[in-house]
């Protein structure tokens, strides 16, 4: 079946523009989670969605970033009045169910850069 | 919360050698640790788990070892070849918790 599915695979914008990152979960899975992949660094985590619910936001780094889900669906991952530090790999994975023995399904990710 | 702490940040092996990378955990109560497997340019991929209460688990040419009371895990790769090449990542979590802890990863390469 399809995986994960992120877009667009890359994105190239000027500094203080907002932008909109999608993620299309498998389908069935309900939590779903945002990561961020900053150049040879490990997987920072943003946020999670059980359903439409984000119970913790405390990993998003700043409030320009917001993340909704709709529909226990797609979800997106917005910046607001992106800085050259925002610039990333962001990634988006889904489970089956929240919490630990369930494994992450990874998107391909969407490579921001701000010039 | 939970810091994953992993070492070493690059690592490179002669095709055929084995491949040892060490992590280790701060929160006592973390009882899942998988592996995640990224090539360049592509997804990490989860390639094997360990849950606490087994000490060791293999899947053909890559097993995880897990030591509780020193509160780290290792991933064991024998026979490398060309394919492992990647970057992998451990990471650390309480089964009842949403969050996975990753460490920084580690670049293997596979020398011909």
């Known amino acids: 079946g399809a995986g994960v599915s992120q877009s667009p695979s890359n994105k190239v914008t000027e500094k203080g523009k907002d932008v909109e990152l999608r993620c299309d979960p498998i389908s069935g899975h309900t939590a779903l989670y945002w990561y961020r992949q900053s150049l040879g660094q490990g997987l920072e985590f943003l946020i999670y969605?059980?359903?439409?619910?984000?119970?913790?936001k405390s990993g998003l780094p700043s409030d320009r970033f917001s993340a909704e889900r709709t529909g226990g669906s797609v979800s997106t991952l917005t910046i607001q009045r992106t800085q050259q530090e925002d610039s990333a790999v962001y990634l988006c994975a889904s489970s089956l169910a929240l919490a630990g023995y369930n494994e992450q399904f990874f998107g391909p990710g969407t490579r921001l850069t701000v010039l | 919360g939970e810091n994953v702490e992993q070492h070493p940040s690059t690592l490179s092996v002669q095709e055929g050698d084995s491949a040892v990378i060490k992590c280790t955990y701060s929160?006592?109560?973390?009882?899942?640790f998988p592996w995640y497997k990224q090539e360049l340019g592509k997804r990490p991929q989860l390639i094997i788990d360990i849950r606490s209460n087994v000490g060791e688990k293999k899947d053909q040419r890559i097993a995880v070892t897990l030591n509780k009371t020193a509160k780290h895990f290792s991933l064991h790769i024998t026979e490398t070849q060309p394919e492992d090449s990647a970057v992998y990542f451990c990471a650390a979590t309480r089964s009842n918790d949403y969050k996975l802890s990753f460490g920084a990863g580690t670049t293997v390469t596979v020398r011909a």
């Open positions: 969605f059980q359903g439409n619910s984000a119970p913790d």
């Open positions: 929160d006592s109560a973390s009882n899942y």
